[in-house]
């Protein structure tokens, strides 16, 4: 009874956020220069310069690097250096031209879901970045369909499950992130397979979702993906009976 199964990119896929918490931890060391980053809160200046920018800048590196720069100008005092400003702009440019690495097992997993399932990737961010991972992955073939989105929320749920002509309850996300991932496919009806990443960025961290949701299973690995799959699928047969 699911007709429709989405594959999240960054961090189900590929790795993704170990190279923004690399570049993180050299921001930590650049203002360190000019702070004493014990009583500074870097940290949670950082991540609520973050919160305020997603609405104008989206989310990865691009809208990371701004928000960087905006802190450190803040936190310093505008003390901080054109040298130094320079260094945080080539943290951003470090990602954007980072190679995509493909988490193991990655192609093995999504051509067995796709062996009983049409699927789709779903990912969100800049959308440069993402073409340009999508492109090097050399993933793409395997998808019915790719979409780039800027948020990953019910109401962006709810346009593409009218634009792939899908119920709600027919469509399963795979993904990493509970709060952008799994919660708003739930909400709507849907099912989800978590794939922990060992990093989760703190705004991902945040959702509602109780634990142990029915209409949730847990894939350690993405080995585990397709046998997840197979037994939420039977779930929603079984539920469609009812």
């Not at 990953?152 to 899908?166: N, S």
């Amino acid at each position: 009874m699911i007709d429709l199964v989405g594959f999240d990119a960054d961090d189900t896929l590929w790795h993704s956020e170990v190279h923004f918490q690399a570049a993180h931890a050299e921001f930590e060391r650049i203002i360190g220069r000019y702070v004493d980053l014990g009583d500074a809160a870097l940290h949670d200046r950082m991540l609520a310069t973050e919160r305020r920018n997603i609405m104008l800048f989206g989310y990865g590196a691009k809208g990371m690097t701004l928000s960087m720069i905006e802190t450190a100008v803040d936190i310093t005092g505008e003390r901080i250096s054109a040298a130094d400003i320079h260094r945080l702009l080539g943290l951003g440019k470090a990602i954007l031209t980072h190679p995509v690495e493909l988490l193991p097992g990655v192609r093995e997993a999504v051509t067995e879901v796709a062996a009983r399932h049409r699927v789709v990737l779903i990912t969100k961010g800049d959308l440069f970045h993402q073409e340009a991972k999508v492109r090097q992955s050399g993933l793409a073939e395997l998808f019915h369909r790719i979409e780039i989105v800027s948020e990953k929320d019910p109401p962006t749920y709810q346009r593409l499950f009218e634009e792939f002509g899908v119920d709600a309850g027919r469509f399963l996300m795979v993904g990493n992130s509970l709060r952008s991932d799994i919660e708003p496919v739930v909400r709507l009806g849907g099912w989800g397979v978590h794939v922990p990443y060992p990093v989760t960025w703190a705004l991902e961290q945040e959702h509602g979702l109780e634990a142990g949701h029915a209409r949730v299973a847990e894939a350690p690995t993405l080995a585990d993906v397709p046998t997840a799959v197979a037994r939420l699928a039977a779930r929603a047969a079984e539920a469609a009976w009812d």
